[in-house]
């Protein structure tokens, strides 16, 4: 069961490969008098083995981190069942209502738009901590407790994440190695993505993707 809010300063572990990126949020969040940070890390291989070895109340991690074994759902659910009392709040430069769907539905506790304002995501960590049943996002500055919709109906959560993989450029084999899932599953699930989406082929899922994704990647 997860624990209220601890009475001890609560402990922060920060995970984004941009590393101004992680080091600006954790020098904000040292100065809150209520946060503890414990790493600042780019690497997710190192960020778990830090959170095997030293108590955390809150990861907060970059849901895009193409150059790492794990990301985005893959990573939160990883997180989740590993450290189950966990707090994970993920952030992210994609579309909204792309990437706050997919981390609601990891199991994610809370999502926030990169260029928000950092102060958002301190009163995210406070209220995520003290009632970590809830969902909380940040909308123009304004703390938002919701259900995200789904932002495509004819997708499966699972169909849109291996869409997400190979718009990043991964192979269908790269994504079974990445997912621990068999090639035949990927292939499936791409191909019935596909038909859903009405793509004929390949050359129709590229385009579909470049529009999709490639005006939100992160910088």
């Known amino acids: 069961m997860l624990s209220a809010r ?71 659910k990883r997180l989740r069942r590993e450290h189950p009392e966990l707090i994970v709040i993920t952030f992210s430069g994609g579309k909204v209502e792309d990437t706050e769907y997919a981390a609601y539905k990891a199991g994610a506790n809370g999502y926030v738009p990169k260029g928000e304002r950092l102060l958002c995501i301190a009163d995210i960590i406070r209220k995520s901590v003290s009632s970590p049943r809830n969902f909380y996002t940040c909308s123009q500055g304004e703390l938002v407790d919701h259900r995200p919709p789904r932002p495509d109906e004819r997708l499966t959560t699972a169909e849109a994440e291996i869409l997400r993989n190979i718009a ?8 079974s190695a990445k997912l621990l899932r068999s090639k035949k599953t990927i292939s499936t699930h791409k191909r019935r993505a596909m038909k859903k989406l009405a793509l004929a082929d390949d050359l129709a899922l590229a385009l579909y993707l470049k529009e999709k994704f490639e005006p939100s990647s992160e910088v």
Not at 46 to 68: G, N
Not at 168 to 175: E, K
Request: charge should be negative; hydrophobic fraction near 45%; glycine fraction near 6%.
């Open 6 to 76: 601890p009475r001890h300063r609560i402990r922060i572990s920060i995970l984004d490969d941009h590393p101004i990126i992680g080091l600006g949020m954790a020098s904000f969040l040292h100065h809150q008098a209520d946060f503890e940070i414990i790493q600042t890390e780019t690497s997710a291989i190192r960020f778990m083995d830090t959170l095997k070895e030293t108590p955390c109340d809150v990861a907060i991690v970059d849901f895009y981190l193409p150059r790492q074994p794990w990301d985005g759902v893959n990573f939160i």
């Open 168 to 175: 990043l450029g991964l192979s269908v084999t790269q994504i």
